[in-house]
């Protein structure tokens, strides 16, 4: 499979703009002085929660954050030491998001400010770290809820996959989208209660894979994951998120291996789903009293609105089958409820 | 005083706790799943579950009964008697207390 560049971001920012061009992604409007790789153009005139982005030198940035001053929040370290990410807090100004090779980031307190140092490598490659921590900070800053969920659309309603990390959220949504469900995130997860819904946010274009699991996708299906981009530890891809956000209908918890089951099965969840529910909030170091309250308002709204369902994987059983046994319990209770 | 160091003295003095008021601080809130409800110390960031039975107390104390008139209501709802489901409501404030999830006011106020 062909992998695209996409020209570096250095020459891609380089040139002056005076236009704004806006993105969203993850229930954020990202405001920039050219196109976001990887963030779906803002058409409408409503752009909602709005973060403006820039990119400035590391000089810069390092000037205008003293670490000294800093809370650090996360740390985390390679087997031999070397950092792997390191975020820093200062109530007053916010947050210093970096990690080698993939940039750093100055995120404001009130979420409606990015500041970024990039390295020289291809956006694909800094924005797993934007995407995956830089973005949902912004958004859960501005008050929206984040998810370490994968999720896609099925008749215009949200199913989101929960699981520890490894069990298969991506394989089991990237499977679901061959397979004709629309795609709306790749692990991070934007959700709002609104009114008497409790709405999903679309996610970045970005969905990273293994090799293996993409190539267990028939031939004829995999087009519809959209357009490989880039390959490190695994192969990142360009998929068309849902235009809109849209109701979560259900969330699935991913539970393997699950001994008393031979094949894929889903039931309603059990008594453990409130504290995996709660467990599976994202940022655990955003702690003020406000996101702690509106975690638990969020979970308490998910609990109510939405349907939650245990799916039990027995050892060995592919995504392909979870997926499939997924689609069609999703499709039972849509024509159920509908 | 503690509720517990209240309910083991006199009787005077578990009369005048059964008249108590209970009254969740501002940094706690709680929320009502399906099989459990979930207490939050905002000031420490801790969860805190408790039985559908519990969450029931609480939300009879929270609604401005005494937990002498929750017991009554409890042992007329659970078929229990009186007295055992009054220890038992004091104990379970008592636990909440402990944990910074309420505060009691043996004076009746809230």
């Not at chain 1, 679309?202 to 490989?228: F, K, N, T």
């Not at chain 2, 009369?15 to 905002?42: M, S």
Request: overall charge negative; aromatic content about 6%; hydrophobic content about 40%.
């Amino acid at each position: 499979m062909a992998v695209a560049e996409v020209s570096p971001a250095h020459e891609r920012f380089a040139a002056p703009q005076h236009e704004v061009w806006r993105g969203r992604a993850l229930g954020i409007t990202l405001e920039s002085a050219a196109p976001f790789p990887g963030l779906p153009f803002c058409a409408d005139g409503a752009p909602g929660r709005i973060a403006t982005w820039h990119e400035e030198r590391a000089q810069a940035v390092d000037q205008a954050w003293q670490l000294e001053d800093g809370e650090v929040v996360v740390d985390l370290r390679h087997t031999d030491g070397r950092v792997f990410m390191r975020i820093d807090r200062r109530s007053d100004e916010g947050y210093r998001i970096w990690a080698p090779y993939y940039g750093r980031h100055l995120v404001s307190a009130d979420g409606r400010s990015i500041r970024s140092a990039l390295p020289n490598v291809s956006p694909w490659r800094w924005q797993r770290l934007f995407f995956a921590q830089t973005l949902p900070l912004a958004a859960a800053l501005q008050g929206l809820e984040v998810f370490h969920a994968s999720a896609v659309a099925l008749g215009g309603r949200v199913s989101a996959f929960v699981a520890d990390s490894g069990t298969g959220k991506t394989s089991v949504a990237a499977h679901l989208v061959a397979l004709g469900a629309t795609f709306v995130t790749d692990d991070v997860l934007a959700i709002e209660a609104a009114g008497d819904t409790v709405v999903a946010h679309p996610g970045p274009a970005r969905l990273s894979i293994d090799d293996s699991e993409l190539r267990r996708i028939p031939d004829g299906q995999r087009s519809r994951l959209g357009v490989p981009i880039g390959r490190s530890d695994k192969l990142m891809i360009e998929p068309e998120p849902t235009s809109a956000p849209l109701p979560l209908a259900g969330l699935y918890f991913l539970k393997r291996p699950a001994s008393e089951v031979s094949r894929v099965t889903i039931n309603e969840a059990d008594a453990t789903a409130t504290r995996s529910l709660l467990g599976s909030g994202f940022l655990a170091y955003l702690d003020t009293p406000h996101r702690l309250r509106n975690h638990l308002e969020v979970c308490s709204a998910i609990a109510e609105r939405t349907r939650l369902y245990d799916v039990l994987i027995p050892k060995g059983a592919r995504a392909r089958e979870v997926a499939a046994t997924t689609l069609a319990h999703a499709d039972g209770f849509a024509h159920h409820a509908g | 005083m503690s509720v517990q160091a209240a309910t083991n003295g006199s009787a005077d003095v578990s009369k005048k706790l059964l008249a108590a008021h209970i009254r969740v601080p501002d940094h706690v809130v709680y929320r009502t799943f399906v099989r459990e409800t979930v207490v939050l110390n905002l000031a420490t960031g801790r969860y805190h579950g408790i039985n559908p039975t519990g969450g029931r107390i609480l939300d009879l104390l929270t609604d401005d009964a005494t937990l002498g008139s929750a017991a009554q209501v409890l042992a007329d709802e659970y078929g229990r008697p009186l007295a055992e489901v009054e220890r038992d409501v004091c104990t379970f404030c008592e636990e909440l207390r402990e944990r910074g999830l309420i505060e009691v006011s043996l004076n009746g106020s809230r």
